[in-house]
């Protein structure tokens, strides 16, 4: 332990050699970053608190009928009912936020943020369920408070306007949703039909994607290939079967199911010499001329049986040679040969063919995921637009059946505090935003003199010379500072605390008169922008 407090020590102390490149860090970090957060603009917020009865009618003309007993139900109810596109789009127009968007992508992103910056929030007790608070910041307080402002009477003229027209208003409200969505959902059926008929055989199918697809194929490629090898060996096999086995049967040999297998004529010659020759080597001896005359005739057979043979081998291995042939196990191994060239035929066709699909896939492959991905983008939207199109019919069948004595009930209403505004800006929270900016520069400034000290270290003291080089230290020499010395180092420690003090003093300033300083800055802002 006593070990690691003096290298944390050492460390520390070599640092401290940059301690001014520390303090220039510190104070470029620290009025940076106060600058920064005394220009970032104010955010006000605007906020009104309104009585809802979720469970009244309003649920119904939002689709929630019978599903409104919870606190997020009740919060989604009220939400659809202000937050309608029509409504943000009215909303953004009678509080000229529509005039900072110039183009259709801009009004898009304006509305969205407008969506998302509108809170609507409610108590957790039964007491405080239907109390709603709706809030909205913005830069400009003006802003702010025309936005909840005229929220907050699009949404009473919507109530009252019920309440006066009862169900013809409610259904018509229901219309309205329909012909918006139901635009949006022609035009994405146009959209998605347009494009399939640019992408024709480039779409996902029910198999999946071009990488599953592709997969698929080369899985089945390899199978096709195994399962031809096979049947090359197979068909191989077969012909050394064929090779070695004799396609005729000898003379008077039975066949499948003991019948005699015919001869030929040359067996038969064969035969008939060949018991003659028996019957005269009962008298005679092999020399006798009978019985070479014999023997030579029996050579030229034999010959001619060879031949025979062979060319019922080589008469093409098909049925004719099968027919042909009177061995029963040269003809089944001649009929399974023919049934594996078969095989191999038709396989060579269809690795031939998996092969082409698997170079087209290959060839696709940087153009389709591309084409998945939009698809997958247009289908999304078409089916949420459906969803929401069809959720609307069903709700309009709904309201329908349900109109006959409920007539006049559409929601109680009751504004308990109108739109209202500080004058105080919500954000930022300057004191503390400039609190964390001191005490980054301070980090910063340490950081920088640690890096310093790696970057250019020195042995400071005997210890860690004789760590580092594990050679023993015989001593050391002291330093004596002179008076001259001892005036330049106090004077220097002295500007170094002044510094520090001064950036201490700009700290308090910055918190003292954060509030001058923002309107000096926008102040200049409005004349530059003038």
Wanted: proline residues 3%; charged residues 25%; aromatic residues 6%.
């Amino acid at each position: 332990m006593q070990e690691l407090f003096q290298i944390i020590r050492s460390e520390i102390v070599g640092a401290w050699r940059y301690r001014w490149a520390a303090m220039i860090v510190a104070w470029i970090v620290c009025v940076l970053g106060w600058m920064f957060v005394i220009s970032m603009p104010d955010i006000y917020e605007a906020r009104a608190k309104v009585y809802v009865d979720a469970d009244s009618r309003l649920a119904s003309v939002v689709g929630q009928v019978g599903a409104t007993t919870g606190v997020r139900s009740r919060v989604f109810v009220v939400r659809q009912a202000m937050l309608g596109r029509p409504q943000l789009e009215r909303v953004a127009r009678e509080s000229d936020l529509d005039l900072r968007a110039r183009t259709e992508e801009e009004r898009e992103a304006m509305l969205n943020s407008l969506r998302d910056r509108i809170g609507i929030t409610t108590g957790r007790t039964a007491e405080s369920r239907n109390l709603f608070s709706i809030t909205f910041e913005d830069r400009d307080r003006s802003m702010a408070l025309a936005v909840v402002q005229t929220l907050l009477d699009t949404f009473v003229e919507d109530v009252l306007e019920l309440k006066e027209q009862g169900v013809e208003d409610v259904e018509g409200y229901l219309e309205e949703q329909l012909a918006y969505y139901s635009g949006l959902l022609s035009q994405s059926e146009a959209e998605l039909a347009e494009f399939k008929k640019r992408n024709v055989g480039l779409l996902p199918g029910e198999s999946g994607g071009i990488f599953e697809r592709l997969q698929a194929q080369m899985d089945t490629l390899k199978q096709m290939r195994l399962d031809l090898q096979i049947e090359q060996d197979r068909r191989d096999e077969l012909r050394r079967q064929l090779t070695s086995e004799n396609p005729m049967l000898p003379p008077g040999s039975e066949g499948a199911g003991g019948v005699l297998v015919p001869s030929t004529p040359t067996e038969t010659a064969i035969a008939e010499l060949e018991t003659r020759r028996s019957s005269l080597l009962l008298s005679y001896t092999e020399r006798h001329p009978d019985v070479v005359a014999i023997d030579e005739q029996l050579e030229q057979l034999y010959k001619k049986r060879r031949a025979e043979n062979e060319a019922l081998r080589n008469s093409g291995g098909g049925m004719e040679g099968a027919a042909n042939a009177t061995n029963p196990v040269y003809q089944n191994a001649q009929i399974a040969l023919n049934e594996a060239n078969v095989a191999i035929a038709g396989l060579r066709s269809q690795v031939v063919q998996l092969e082409a699909a698997v170079r087209r896939l290959n060839g696709q492959i940087e153009t389709i995921p591309e084409i998945e991905a939009e698809y997958s983008k247009l289908t999304r939207d078409y089916t949420q637009y459906r969803s929401l199109y069809d959720e609307l019919l069903e709700q309009k069948e709904r309201e329908r059946m349900s109109a006959v004595g409920d007539d006049r009930d559409v929601v109680s209403f009751n504004i308990v505090e109108p739109a209202t505004s500080p004058l105080e800006p919500v954000a930022p929270v300057r004191g503390i935003m400039i609190l964390i900016g001191l005490v980054v520069g301070l980090g910063a400034g340490a950081g920088a003199a640690y890096l310093f000290h790696l970057f250019n270290p020195v042995f400071l003291d005997s210890d860690t010379l004789r760590r580092v080089t594990m050679r023993p230290v015989l001593g050391a020499v002291s330093k004596t500072w002179l008076e001259k010395g001892k005036v330049v180092r106090r004077v220097d420690m002295s500007s170094f605390t002044l510094a520090g003090v001064g950036l201490m003093v700009v700290f308090v300033c910055t918190i003292l008169f954060q509030d001058y300083a923002v309107d000096l800055v926008q102040q200049i802002r409005w004349q530059l922008s003038s």
